[in-house]
């Protein structure tokens, strides 16, 4: 039999592609490698907890998702930033201190994403079935899964599988589908920094960080009061994940770089040794689709490294946009090239600023005229309402294309830079700015 739909991939985009779908009255079935999340236990040291921002929320109030995946969450209303002295001062993240993004744990969101596909209408979940084969024309996928290879048929599959797409790779063979990878030198590796006496060990309220240049941690709340901190260094070299493995070593490491962390963290040495380090790269491919048949969605098509907190964000819109491609179209083979055509701009400019925001992250915060930089950027806010936004607040708090976030951030930055001169002439800041905002 031909299903209608099939969604390789029950990760956080599949499943939320399956929800808007079955709103379109498709016939769905949600292919997955791994066994039911829900009632398995959570892998360990991958990202347990996810920053989630408007583009991601407004992705899921449009199902009527975003107050159950809310219920968890903990706002974060700005940067923590940890001196090496032990020093700590808030950057908050809007000019008006009060916006938020959210920290999320990533089993809970995709849990509740798995609960509201299964109970939609028409869509159906098949866990332990591994996609290895891909017939591009005719849509014919293979499975392995513990009772051995399967079969299926469906008229359109999409690839929601993650970073390594095996429909990627699928495309790659039969259709020539351009494909680079780039992986940063730097990968990442979890900590936990547990509750003291049932209370959270640090500020709950926001994402703190430690800014160390070559390396760095971030560390985001969960809801049992615990912090998962993610510590990014290079893979290799003399000071790297490689350069550091006694116990003895990686303790002197870490009172040496984070001070303040060595006595919120009773497990430091035993998650160091256990965690593994994950890698951290940016995947561009092109074309997405293949014959309004066959069309990678989320990390799949578009994986960025996660120093702007936006890839499940971005994930997210990218079914918001295929949405209304298909709103706007009569078939498939209109509707898949168009939403490539429309997405892929903007997803290449997150991948961009998101690698300048590693740069930011570890190195910038940290320096007096990064900070005061950011204050003369909230004063404009407060002074500009709606006319001068800044990069961070239109990326993470509104549904502003990246590209186009990206150009106005360019006359933004003309026009600052051209204030004092114009002021010199007499010209406000403001008239300044309502040119280029034009
Ligand atoms: C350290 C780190 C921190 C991050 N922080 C943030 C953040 O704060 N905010 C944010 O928005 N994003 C963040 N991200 C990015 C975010 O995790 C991803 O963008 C997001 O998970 C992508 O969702 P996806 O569904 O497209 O892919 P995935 O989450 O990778 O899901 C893919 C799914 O496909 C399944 N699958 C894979 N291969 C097959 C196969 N052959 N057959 C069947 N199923 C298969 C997988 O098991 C998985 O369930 C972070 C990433 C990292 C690494």
New binding site residues.
């Given amino acids: 039999m031909t299903d209608d739909v099939a969604v ?7 499943c939320l592609l399956a929800c808007y779908l079955a709103r379109r009255g498709h016939q769905v079935v949600l ?4 066994p039911d999340p829900r009632t398995g236990v959570a892998e360990r040291g991958r ?1 347990i ?5 408007e583009r ?1 929320l407004d992705a899921l109030r449009r199902v009527g998702l975003e107050e159950r995946v809310m219920a968890d969450a903990l706002p974060m209303r700005g940067r923590m930033i940890h001196a090496r002295s032990g020093e700590v001062s808030l950057q908050p993240y809007s000019a008006d201190g009060t916006r938020a993004i959210n920290s999320i744990s ?1 089993g809970a969101l ?1 849990n509740t994403l798995l609960d509201a596909a299964e109970s939609a209408s028409g869509v159906s979940v098949r866990f332990e ?4 084969g891909l017939d591009t024309g005719t849509g014919e996928l293979t ?1 392995a899964t513990p009772d051995g290879e399967t079969h299926a048929k469906a008229r359109v599959v999409f690839g ?8 990627r790779g699928q495309l790659l063979a039969q259709e020539g589908v351009d494909e680079t990878l780039d992986f940063l030198d730097h990968g ?1 590796k979890e900590l936990t920094i547990p509750s003291v006496d049932g209370e959270f060990a640090l500020d709950p309220g926001a994402l703190h960080i430690w800014p160390r240049g070559t390396s760095m941690m971030i560390a ?1 709340p969960n809801p049992d009061r615990s912090f998962t901190c ?1 510590l990014f260094w290079p893979t290799g070299g003399t000071e790297s994940f490689a350069s550091l493995s006694s116990p003895a070593a990686i303790e002197r490491h870490f009172r040496d770089y984070y001070p303040d962390l060595v006595p919120l963290a009773p497990n430091l040495v035993e998650d160091y040794l256990a965690n593994p380090v ?1 890698l ?1 790269g940016t995947v561009h491919c092109t074309p997405w689709q293949a014959g309004g048949t066959v069309c990678l ?4 098509a578009h ?2 490294v ?1 120093f702007y ?7 997210f819109e990218d079914v918001v946009v295929l949405d209304r491609c298909l709103d706007e179209t009569d078939t498939w083979a209109q509707a898949l090239p168009l939403f490539e055509r429309r997405r892929k701009v903007h997803t290449d400019a997150i991948a961009d600023m998101a690698l300048d925001n590693f740069v930011e992250m570890r190195d910038k915060v940290a320096s007096p005229v990064f900070r005061f930089t950011k204050a003369v950027e909230h004063a404009l806010e407060r002074a500009l309402p709606g006319r001068y936004v800044s990069r961070y607040e239109l990326v993470s708090f509104s549904t502003v294309p990246y590209a186009d976030v990206r150009r106005r951030v360019r006359r933004q930055q003309r026009a600052v830079g051209g204030i004092a001169a114009l002021l010199a002439g007499g010209i406000t800041a403001a008239a300044c700015l309502r040119r280029a905002g034009q």
């Fill in positions: 390789v991939g029950a990760g956080l985009t599949g292919y997955e490698r791994r990202s907890n996810l920053a989630i921002s991601g990533r995709n079935h591994r996609l290895t499975f929601a599988d993650g970073a390594g797409s095996a429909v990442y985001l993610t994950g951290l969605i989320g990390d799949a994986a960025i996660p907190g936006q890839g499940a964000n971005c994930g």
